[in-house]
């Protein structure tokens, strides 16, 4: 199937007057770990993308700025809160290519390393990563609760070069 005619475009979510459509897309992403889903709060203090094929969303990305995994500050570092395609766009590629516009919104905005932390049991995230360049920089148990479970702490640093295609440019 070709996909060079489709639009790709990643745009800011407006808090909050998107909140419900946030809290919408975060409850059908993350359907298995509802004890993940992000709060309202939580949610103001992130920067976040609809990531929108052909005008339909298909996901999102949220950010915390200057900020380790452990949300202890760390200038210089974008830390990576959510990457999400909803269940029914899955396997198309579209999370390679919202982590490609990641990657390449932290260089553009001048960030030296990227972090991002995922459930031990999430295998597509952790592929995902690896896939991008990203490498494991260690785990935290009992990061994440209903159920328990470690942290697996994934990083790519951005000073030294690409690591990654980046293709797409980020437009917001
Ligand atoms: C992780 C996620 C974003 C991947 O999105 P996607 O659009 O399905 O990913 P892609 O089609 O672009 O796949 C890119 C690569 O990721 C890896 N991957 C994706 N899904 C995978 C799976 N189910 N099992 C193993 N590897 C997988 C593969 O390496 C794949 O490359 P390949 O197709 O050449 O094998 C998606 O599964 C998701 O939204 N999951 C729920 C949210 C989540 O857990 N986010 C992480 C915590 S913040």
């Known amino acids: 199937m070709s996909e060079w005619h489709e639009k790709i475009e990643f745009r800011k979510v407006i808090v909050p007057d998107e909140l419900e459509q946030l809290f919408e897309i975060d ?6 770990f509802p004890a993940d889903l ?4 939580e949610w103001a203090e992130f920067e976040s993308y609809w990531m929108i094929v052909d005008g339909t969303t298909v996901g999102c ?3 915390l700025r200057d900020t380790d995994f452990d949300i202890e500050p760390r ?3 974008l830390h990576i809160m959510t990457t999400g395609v909803l269940p029914e766009f899955r396997r198309r590629g579209y999370g390679a290519k919202q982590k490609q516009w990641q990657i390449e919104f932290a260089k553009q905005q001048g960030f030296q390393v990227i972090v991002t932390n995922t459930r031990a049991s999430n295998v597509a ?3 995902l990563n690896l896939k991008m360049g990203f490498q494991i920089r260690g785990s935290s148990p ?4 209903e159920p328990d479970e470690t942290a697996i702490v994934m990083e790519l640093p951005l000073r030294s070069g690409p690591s990654a295609p980046s293709s797409d440019q980020p437009n917001a």
């Open 142 to 145: 009992h990061f994440y609760f």
């Open 125 to 127: 995230m952790i592929e």
């Open 38 to 41: 992000f709060s309202a709060e």
């Open 61 to 63: 990305s949220a950010f």
């Open 75 to 77: 200038p210089g570092c």
């Open 27 to 32: 409850r059908r992403i993350f359907s298995a």
